[in-house]
């Protein structure tokens, strides 16, 4: 790294000596200085891979249930029941409904929605007062869970909820993290997004990557899936109430050397939906700001007991 970095800076100056070399030079440093930053990212990535892209071999604490699933819920008190049944008839091919906790929270919604998820036979409803976003909503819902694993997904079910069973299937193997990927081999997106929202989460991805050490194809995929001590770790720690929350946790999952695999997934995107493209994204890079913010200041730092739950660097 040195030795390239060094030569780019000795072949600018050399080549352009005819020229005023104070801004040779800046150009010179400037271009050492990205070869280096290149060299340091590809050198962390290659130890970050080979730390989380390989199961972990720890045994599954009990828990009363072997699933949980987490459902954040605004304003759907016209389909939460359809998706409370859902999820216990199309999971059913992997584990019996006494073994499977469904976790409802309405994030401050003005409707029924809490009501109508109880009735439906959701195993727990959480109704939160205020509105808090969907990373506050996964966030309780999460917290509250009692699952060996633990998964959360769209009231929409805009992924099939058989999708999960790949993904706990991936857990079973050893991994602690499983995340769902539009873009991964294999998935495919039965309605298509948007041109605009299209075009907003590749930006947001390729935001990201001024954050993360890792190539992630999807970060805001709404599948994913975790052991449930793992779960309770990463969630004690976020902090982001918004859609950078899955940022927030795959950051975490590098910052602890978490196992993690990407797993594809199928898509059938609803035309309704509470995210606003302007609004949002101005926000999303807010809070990528606030997570390089809390990572400086330590607010992400694991105690011995967490330490112990990981097998990880304490950081």
């Given amino acids: 790294m040195v030795v390239g970095a060094g030569a780019i800076d000795l072949l600018i100056v050399t080549s352009?000596?005819?020229?005023?070399?104070?801004?040779?030079?800046?150009?010179?440093?400037?271009?050492?200085?990205?070869?280096?930053?290149?060299?340091?990212?590809?050198?962390?990535?290659?130890?970050?891979?080979?730390?989380?892209?390989?199961?972990?071999?720890?045994p599954l604490a009990p828990a009363p249930y072997r699933i949980s699933v987490v459902v954040p819920a605004l304003c759907e008190e016209d389909r939460i029941g359809q998706t409370v049944a859902r999820l216990g008839e199309e999971l059913a091919v992997c584990v019996a409904r006494s073994d499977l906790e469904i976790v409802v929270v309405d994030d401050g919604?003005?409707?029924?929605?809490?009501?109508?998820?109880?009735?439906?036979?959701?195993d727990q409803v959480i109704r939160l007062e205020a509105n808090l976003g969907k990373g506050g909503a996964v966030r309780a819902g999460i917290r509250a869970a009692t699952g060996q694993f633990v998964a959360f997904t769209d009231a929409d079910l805009a992924y099939e909820p058989a999708q999960l069973i790949g993904l706990i299937e991936r857990l079973e193997q050893g991994y602690d993290v499983a995340i769902g990927s539009r873009r991964h081999a294999g998935a495919t997106e039965i309605v298509g997004r948007g041109l605009l929202r299209e075009m907003g989460s590749r930006v947001v991805n390729?935001?990201?990557h001024l954050l993360l050490i890792g190539q992630y194809r999807d970060t805001q995929c709404g599948i994913k899936a975790f052991r449930g001590d793992v779960a309770q770790v990463l969630f004690a720690h976020t902090r982001i109430n918004g859609f950078a929350f899955d940022v927030e946790l795959l950051?975490?999952?590098?910052?602890?050397?978490?196992?993690l695999v990407e797993v594809p997934v199928s898509v059938s995107n609803s035309e309704r939906s509470t995210v606003r493209i302007g609004r949002d994204t101005v926000r999303l890079f807010s809070d990528l700001l606030r997570i390089r913010h809390?990572?400086?200041r330590g607010l992400y730092a694991l105690t011995p007991a967490e330490h112990d739950v990981l097998g990880a660097p304490s950081r």
Wanted: some cysteine.
């Fill in 16 to 58: 352009l000596d005819d020229v005023d070399p104070l801004p040779v030079k800046l150009l010179a440093v400037a271009c050492a200085a990205s070869v280096r930053a290149l060299f340091y990212r590809v050198f962390l990535l290659r130890i970050l891979r080979s730390e989380i892209d390989r199961p972990a071999d720890r």
């Fill in 109 to 122: 919604s003005d409707d029924r929605t809490a009501e109508a998820a109880r009735e439906a036979g959701a």
């Fill in 206 to 208: 390729l935001a990201t």
């Fill in 251 to 259: 950051h975490l999952v590098e910052r602890y050397r978490i196992s």
């Fill in 294 to 296: 809390n990572s400086r």
